[in-house]
């Protein structure tokens, strides 16, 4: 093969991904019509229509999507490889791309990535804070980052984090105007706030466990949102009740902002894990990420706090 036929390859790879000649080209920093050319060639070598464009979309092909399942798998190996080859180096060096919650960015990921980067200074990573389920394998992520029960079973998966709760809270005034609930069978009289799942786009469905018994309330209320930070600040300017991590609340708690209750049905879950492909290879800079994660997991365990429950005070 070439060295301009490797080259077209790679180009289409990235037109692919991005299905927008411009973004592509802004990726590659080339010019739009260079790369346009630089397809249409490749179609006229292969003698296969690749993409369906037009002056609004763009579609690919399925003699496209075949070369995609190709090109996918062997560039991503090479760019594996090359990015090892930094272990000749005298530090470690190169890019890691991964994706996380915002939950979990703000708690565990960016005081690792700044240990990184002020350790590291050859060493990049870029972050995308999403809360849905992403594809690191199409999307090119080295790993993500998500809740335990949501890895994947087909990904190797290395927890970073203790074991998590849920909280629901209210303020104290919210508390003066409705009587506390001794039970999620109550919420329904309660104004709730919802969280919609960025995965499924469906309403979150409060879930608690106490023992043996598992619950799922469907709850309702005039505010609904999309993250856990926002729930919380609506609860905190009295709009009504709130499910969210027990750790966004332990300050607010322990000062009086807002009271707790059902404390008895939020039993500990599985918490963050970080998850790649089982047949990647490890890049330096990866390594170095991943091994600052586990050992900052190791040295920060410790006791949790106190529940403070409304309901026994």
């Known amino acids: 093969m070439l060295r301009d036929e490797l080259g077209d390859l790679a180009a289409f790879l990235v037109v692919a991904e991005e299905m927008s000649f411009t973004r592509a080209a802004a990726r590659l920093s080339t010019s739009q019509p260079a790369l346009s050319q630089t397809v249409r060639r490749l179609e006229e070598r292969l003698g296969v229509r690749l ?4 002056t609004r979309n763009m579609a690919v092909t399925e003699a496209g999507e075949q070369l995609l399942n190709t090109l996918r798998p062997a560039f991503s190996d090479i760019d594996n490889r090359l990015q090892s080859l930094s272990q000749f180096r005298d530090k470690p060096a190169g890019t890691v791309r991964i994706t996380a919650g915002q939950h979990a960015a703000d708690t565990l990921i960016w005081p690792a990535i700044n240990e990184v980067l002020h350790t590291y200074p050859d060493i990049k990573i870029e972050l995308s804070l999403d809360s849905a389920l992403t594809d690191i394998v199409s999307e090119r992520f080295d790993a993500g980052i998500r809740l335990g029960e949501r890895v994947e079973q087909d990904m ?21 105007r409705h009587p506390a609930p001794t039970s999620p069978h109550d919420l329904p009289q309660h104004a709730c706030i919802n969280i919609r799942l960025p995965s499924s786009g469906g309403i979150y469905a409060w879930e608690f466990t106490q023992g043996e018994r598992e619950l799922n309330v469907r709850v309702n209320g005039p505010f609904i949102v999309n993250n856990l930070s926002a729930a919380l600040k609506a609860a905190q300017a009295g709009v009504g009740l709130a499910m969210v991590m027990e750790d966004m609340v332990e300050t607010q708690l322990a000062e009086g902002q807002l009271v707790r209750v059902l404390a008895e049905w939020c039993a500990p879950f599985a918490g963050y894990h970080i998850y790649y492909p089982s047949r990647r290879l490890l890049s330096p800079a990866f390594q170095v990420l991943l091994q600052t994660l586990r050992r900052r997991n190791a040295a920060e365990e410790k006791p949790r706090r106190p529940v403070i429950d409304g309901n026994n005070q």
Do not use: C, K
Not at 51 to 54: C, D, F, K
Not at 167 to 176: E, S
């Open 51 to 54: 993409l369906i464009r037009n």
């Open 156 to 176: 190797i998966a290395a927890r970073i984090g203790p074991e998590l709760r849920m909280a629901v809270v209210g303020t104290p005034d919210y508390f003066t």
